[in-house]
T-cell receptor, first 115, second 115 residues
Framework: AQKITQTQPGMFVQEKEAVTLDCTYD???????LFWYKQPSSGEMIFLIY??????QNATEGRYSLNFQKARKSANLVISASQLGDSAMYFC????????????FGKGTLLTVNP | GAVVSQHPSRVICKSGTSVKIECRSL??????MFWYRQFPKQSLMLMAT?????????EQGVEKDKFLINHASLTLSTLTVTSAHPEDSSFYIC???????????FGPGTRLTVT
């Protein structure tokens, strides 16, 4: 079974600085996808970024980038130039290519951006 | 990104009654929809996967007779919590994806309180 681990229950960052949220996964499937979602206190899940296992380049979306290290089975999220509105829970999620796109979520990291 | 709505956003019901939650994809055809449950300060747990026109596939430990799922059209899935009890109180959130898509788009969630 796939396993996804977020080891940081909480992280603090100063406004305008960059922060890295860790995510590691464990799978024997050759084809899989990794996702990051943001969940503010309102509860909605906001899709941030996706990385496919066969993608050669690290995914980037605006201030979000995914540091994908396949050999280490890690998919860390980097948020550059943090803003106060970035304070939220961040979930890493995984799906294997043959799983009908079912997502397995990590436990999440609560990010607090300080002014 | 694609838009998914959920209704109602909050519901309070008495023990023993049934509650229906709707999940709609507003600007795309959702071939697959997923239902998750999230307890406070915890991650999302997948309850079931629903393909349009087919019976839902439930995750291990989820009672299919208690959590009835219907996916009658490409834009609508419903979750009915039958004979609700206080332990069913939780945040229920749906997601939807289109054919060949990797990412899932989430609804805003429904907070159910059973008194």
């Amino acid at each position: 079974a796939q396993k996804i681990t977020q080891t940081q229950p909480g992280m603090f960052v100063q406004e305008k600085e960059a922060v890295t949220l860790d995510c590691t996964y464990d799978t024997s499937d050759p084809s899989y996808g990794l996702f990051w979602y943001k969940q503010p206190s309102s509860g909605e899940m906001i899709f941030l970024i996706y990385q496919g296992s066969y993608d050669q380049q690290n995914a980037t979306e605006g201030r979000y980038s995914l540091n994908f290290q396949k050999a280490r089975k890690s998919a860390n999220l980097v948020i550059s130039a943090s803003q106060l509105g970035d304070s939220a829970m961040y979930f890493c999620a995984f799906h294997s290519g043959g799983s009908n796109y079912k997502l397995t979520f990590g436990k999440g990291t609560l990010l607090t951006v300080n002014p | 990104g694609a838009v998914v709505s959920q209704h109602p956003s909050r519901v309070i019901c008495k023990s023993g009654t049934s509650v229906k939650i709707e999940c709609r994809s507003l600007d795309f055809q959702a071939t697959t929809m997923f239902w998750y449950r999230q307890f406070p300060k915890q991650s999302l747990m997948l309850m079931a996967t629903s393909n349009e026109g087919s019976k839902a596939t439930y995750e291990q430990g989820v009672e299919k007779d208690k959590f009835l799922i219907n996916h009658a059209s490409l834009t609508l899935s419903t979750l009915t919590v039958t004979s609700a009890h206080p332990e069913d109180s939780s945040f229920y959130i749906c997601s939807a994806t289109g054919t060949g898509w990797a990412e899932q788009y989430f609804g805003p969630g429904t907070r159910l309180t059973v008194t």
